[in-house]
């Protein structure tokens, strides 16, 4: 959520820098200007009649004490109380209507972000490692399938389409890829592994920016929705406090199941593991002081290429331009591998800066002078399923069988995979 002191201090530059978001924000800028100023308006009046009505009160008492009659004063009191009760339930509510339309509005991009309308102007920042060399490319459904590793009709008898059931060295492969990923990043990165609920609080899905805006893509149950990605339950553990700075930054890593209702449109990109209801994945979660967020960003997107790297994946990295955000950040790399069997990339990490945003929605602040708000930072470290797509295209040898890399085979248990 934005700092209505943005709004107050510099409404244009506001409305500038959400422009480059795309078309649209102009009336909520202008509405929640409106909403403040009625609402400072109606707060100033009921200060007013405040010390109105504590002067009156004490000449009342002053009355009294000398036998004399207040019963006109006393009349006016009351008067004045049903007004203050009418503007106390107008500021209350122009207060709620103002939080409502902050917590519907983008964040704001950092200026350095490049502008652009879609995912057609994001920039390639870097490329690592070499395209593999596959004499005859397959699609991970085919060789999933040839493998024994997924039963994707038994998958859809269970709950439909949009989902994966992996059996055998399959299941196995999806378990070690994420022991694998928590090792990493604690052992070697120096995260705290957590592991949390799968079913979260309202107010903490609002935390994180899921809610209000896109609560039809949530999957609801009984007052709590299933987690669509670690990144709620983590960056909540510490909503409604005050940190001491020397603790920061705060690293965390978590492993979930993710759930989504969109899955994508229809056609190649809904096949198999590329796009589905529920998934896997490992979330890196930062916690950390404003002036630090940009590099921790920067150290956060290079734990999460080192994962491609020990694999030995080829990958890239783009940045994100303003169209092309995400709601709640405020700058955000994408970490793309590349699958043979696409002849695409696929994005397995997004790491995003969101400064203050989530931390104002969950009232996360850190101790000082004066008590500020946190940023938060996270990023995938990373998503599995199309991790796991890369590495079956990847590894594909002319016999069928999948070469792993040599990081998953303590994991694993062996080398490759055959039928």
Known sequence: ????????????????????????????????????????????????????????????????????????????????????????????????????????IPNLPQPEVPVGGDASANPVLRVWGEKPEIASPRDHVAIAEALGLIDPDRAAKISGSGFACYTGAGARLERALINFLLDLHTREHGYIEVSPPFLIRRECMVGTGQLPKFEDDMYGVDGLFLVPTAEVPVTNLHREEILDPARLPIKYAAYTPCFRREAGSAGRETRGLIRMHQFDKVELVKICLPENSAAELESLTADAERVLQVLGLHYRVIELCTGDLGFSSAKTYDIEVWAPGQNAYLEVSSCSNFEDYQARRMNLRFKGEKNRFCHTINGSGTALARLYVALLESGLQPDGSVVLPPALHPYFGAGSITR
């Open 1 to 104: 959520m934005l700092d209505i002191r943005q709004f107050r201090d510099d409404p244009e530059s506001v409305r500038a820098r959400l422009a480059t978001r795309g078309p649209g924000h102009e009336p909520a800028v202008d509405a929640v200007l409106a909403l403040d100023a009625g609402r400072r308006a109606a707060e100033t009046s009921l200060q007013t009649l405040q010390a109105e009505r504590n002067r009156l009160s004490r000449e009342i008492g002053r009355l009294r004490a000398s036998k004399q009659d207040s019963a006109g004063i006393e009349a006016e009191v009351k008067a004045r109380a049903a007004e203050m009760h009418e503007l106390s339930e107008k500021s209350a509510k122009l207060s709620d209507d103002q939080r409502s339309l902050l917590l519907n």
